[in-house]
């Protein structure tokens, strides 16, 4: 089982749309997970940092399930704009940081 | 603020040629990473760097090696470049332990 998995996408959502991702991950003892946004294979960019049961920020919602061990992001009212990559992140050891292999979302008008 | 420095941003091996790829951050922090993206593909963990005199093996260190060079600058070495290490590298350095990765802009290797 990889360390951190995600659903593959590519989501191809209309604008206005509600759309969900999801993460597992394996290291049960892992405190801090994060979402990444990355665009055309430039550097990722932060997008949200999940250390409790979730975090809000805007549109955009991510949730913690520790018991299940996955990680989710809600995007809410979805814009051309977030056409992206998002990738998760979550410890893999001490202070490693093991990415999923990102979900592609599209959104269209 | 210049945060994550990685040069260079562009570079052409032949097959067995070595090089090096620097990077540098100037936020004080304690972890540097290396990873590499295939396309398609997520960021794969090279090596890390939990701190200063440290070094670890991440999920793909074959072919690589690193040095933490102080705790700013954290390099990683071609030896013999293979066609299969055609990859954009990607550095990145964190401060306290849980907290977030900063990027570098990547260095996009070709190697014929």
Known sequence: RKEVEQDPGPFNVPEGATVAFNCTYSNSASQSFFWYRQDCRKEPKLLMSVYSSGNEDGRFTAQLNRASQYISLLIRDSKLSDSATYLCVAPGGYNKLIFGAGTRLAVHP | ?112
């Open chain 2, 1 to 112: 603020n210049a945060g994550v420095t990685q040069t260079p941003k562009f570079q052409v091996l032949k097959t067995g040629q070595s090089m090096t790829l620097q990077c540098a951050q100037d936020m004080n922090h304690n972890s540097m990473y290396w990873y590499r993206q295939d396309p398609g593909m997520g960021l794969r963990l090279i090596y890390y760097s939990a701190s200063e005199g440290t070094t670890d093996k991440g999920e793909v260190p074959n072919g690589y090696n690193v040095s933490r060079l102080n705790k700013r600058e954290f390099s990683l070495r071609l030896e013999s470049a293979a066609p299969s290490q055609t990859s954009v590298y990607f550095c990145a350095s964190t401060g306290a332990i849980g907290s977030p990765l900063h990027f570098g802009n990547g260095t996009r290797l070709t190697v014929t």
